[in-house]
């Protein structure tokens, strides 16, 4: 893969072949002077018509122009905002509002008559309808054990790799009826990232995430068309995607007790081969206590979203999933303290945690709303959860955004309280935004940080859900922004979209098939200062919203991952949802 983005080179040219800095002055907290195309941050894919419309400068100026790109016409000019220092960035910026622009079209912001300007955007109805699709499709991109045929996946087309129809039981999750080395078979599934595993505790996460897109945007899922394999058939194709990885997960259990294994792994992460080529054995490891809760979770959540489906067959899947979300259940109430912990032969992701009292949470409430069951429902630990964005390793509030949406009467008590909590969490994060001088909620960068930006815009919309409270829009509309350009490093995050395209995924497919663009729609983990030593040759920032790089190498900060995607394409797909 290349490192520049062609994209940017030829808009760079085009925007500014007379790249004076004049009249301009950097006001970097650093001393230095952004690359031209970032001194002035937008989302480079675009705005609703009617959509707050909120750019940042870096540099000192009276007006600002919104410029028709067609047309070469000012169409608008406005006075920036005061300059505000935000000390995750260590810079300072001030915003430059254009919403009264709602002609649909092209257009770039520019200052200086046009000397700096801004990588170009849409205004239109449809800005959002090629980036919700290709973010689902991400995960379509990501199937194990099936070819990515060219119909579907254009020039990222591959042969199929890990069938993982011989799969071995790992020492670890040795059992009397399936001891070690005996054979399972576990086909199908996402990969979990940038590496070939698969892994419970995320994959439930992930697949909620999107289950919850379907239950809270029924019409739009019904509507909504992904050239994917299963297009023509009458489910909506968002819930086909997840069936391809809810299917696996029901093989990772163990039928004889319940138990869940905790991943589906090589013994050690494969070089970028692709994946026909990286053929290590694989291994079903240690059943775990967080793998069994997040399982009956998810599963009971697909039970009731099922329930609902025009299809018998996924009615039917329903029942199964609720079956074995209960024996999961019981299992991990038999065995509440099973930490996974990577065996000494196994060095992929562990996803391990010792705190699982927030997992507990999250499976009884989903069974208890499953299967109409109040006295299921936790009462205390609801209480005691804090309020905090969902994650896999603190899943907790999953819970309580299930229990916000509700329609049992049955439950109603809880019902309020925790619509209660959503709001006032949604409240406290639009204040964040409102305050923050790159107008976003996010003030603390970690390892996938991108995802949390994300995630905190599913609870503004769910507020926005349960309220109609048009005051959750703005910073909604601010994620969007961050996440597709408005951000600390210019890029736009999502892979195969904006100027400044993130080109270098810690992607073992995009690494290795040479193809020059990566697979598209793909959330890069995004800024953090995690870890620092990932690419021995870089330096990255020290401001957290600014310690990313671009490279292959860069697994902490330019990886992908299905919990990053979901996220992704639940708030892509809600803004789409919103088009008229
Ligand atoms: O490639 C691996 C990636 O998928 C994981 O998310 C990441 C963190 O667990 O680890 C990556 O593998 C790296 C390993 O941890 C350390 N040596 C370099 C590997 C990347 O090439
Ligand atoms: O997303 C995970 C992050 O929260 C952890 O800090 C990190 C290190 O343990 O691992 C991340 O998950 C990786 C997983 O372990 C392996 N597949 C790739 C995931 C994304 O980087």
């Not at 059992?175 to 995320?202: C, L, Q, T």
């Not at 597709?484 to 270098?504: E, I, P, S, W």
């Amino acid at each position: 893969m290349k490192t520049i983005s062609i994209v940017t080179l030829i808009l760079a040219i085009a925007l500014c072949c007379n790249c004076t800095f004049s009249a301009t002055q950097g006001i970097s907290g650093t001393g230095t002077v952004p690359d031209t195309l970032d001194r002035i941050l937008v989302n480079q894919v675009g705005y609703l018509p009617n959509s707050v419309k909120i750019a940042l400068l870096r540099v000192k100026t009276l007006t600002f122009n919104v410029v028709d790109i067609n047309s070469g016409k000012v169409v608008f000019t406005g006075n920036p905002g005061p300059f505000k220092y935000w000390d995750q960035s260590g810079d300072s910026v001030c915003t430059a509002d254009f919403s009264s622009v709602t002609t649909p079209g092209k257009y770039s912001i520019c200052i200086d008559d046009k000397s700096v300007c801004s990588y170009s955007f849409e205004i239109g109805e449809g800005v959002y309808s090629d980036i919700a699709k290709a973010s689902l499709k991400a995960f379509y991109l990501n199937r194990s054990g099936m070819e990515i045929t060219k119909e579907f996946g254009g020039k990222w087309a591959r042969p199929a790799g890990h069938p993982d129809t011989l799969v071995f039981v790992h020492s670890s999750a040795a059992s009397a009826n399936r001891p070690e080395g005996f054979k399972i078979f576990s086909p199908g599934g996402w990969y979990d990232a940038g590496d070939y595993n698969k892994y419970i505790v995320n994959s439930g996460i992930s697949t909620y995430t999107l289950l919850l897109f379907c239950q809270v945007y029924p019409e739009y899922c019904k509507n909504f068309k992904v050239n994917i394999p299963e297009r023509s058939n009458s489910t909506p194709d968002v819930m086909d995607e997840l069936l391809y990885n809810l299917r696996w997960m029901l093989t990772m259990q163990d039928p004889d007790d319940g138990g869940v294994y905790h991943k589906l792994t090589n013994k050690k992460f494969s070089d970028f081969s692709m994946p026909d080529k990286a053929n290590d054995a694989r291994y079903v490891v240690s059943k775990s206590t967080a793998a069994s809760l997040d399982f009956a979770a998810t599963m009971a959540m697909a039970s009731r979203v099922f329930a609902k489906s025009e299809t018998p067959e996924l009615k039917e899947l329903g029942k199964t999933c609720l079956g074995a979300a209960k024996k999961a259940y019981t299992w991990a109430k038999a065995n509440p303290a099973i930490y996974f912990k990577n065996p000494p032969d196994i060095s992929t992701g562990a996803y391990d945690d010792t705190d699982v009292q927030d997992e507990f949470l999250w499976a009884a409430t989903e069974l208890g709303l499953a299967e109409n069951n109040l006295a299921l429902i936790p009462e205390k630990g609801l209480a005691k959860q804090e309020t905090r964005v969902p994650s896999w390793g603190n899943s907790g509030m999953t819970g309580i955004l299930s229990l916000s949406l509700s329609i049992d009467p049955k439950v109603s008590e809880y019902k309020a309280e925790a619509q209660k909590r959503v709001l006032a969490f949604a409240d406290k994060l639009v204040d964040k935004s409102e305050n923050s001088p790159y107008k976003v909620s996010l003030d603390f960068f970690n390892w996938g940080s991108n995802s949390d930006v994300a995630n905190q815009a599913i609870i503004k919309l769910l507020a926005y859900k349960i309220s109609k409270d048009k005051k959750y829009l703005a910073s909604i509309q601010g994620d969007v922004d961050y996440l597709l350009g408005r951000n600390a490093t210019g890029y736009c995050f999502v892979t195969g979209f904006g100027g400044k395209q993130v080109m270098n995924i810690h992607h073992r497919p995009s690494g290795a098939d040479g193809v020059t663009e990566p697979c598209p729609g793909f959330l890069a983990g995004g800024p953090n200062t995690v870890v620092l030593s990932d690419c021995p040759e870089i330096t990255r920032s020290k401001f957290p919203a600014k310690s990313y790089a671009d490279a292959l190498c860069s697994y902490s900060t330019n990886e992908v991952a299905i919990n990053w995607n979901a996220p992704l394409f639940f708030l892509l797909g809600a803004m789409d949802s919103f088009k008229k």
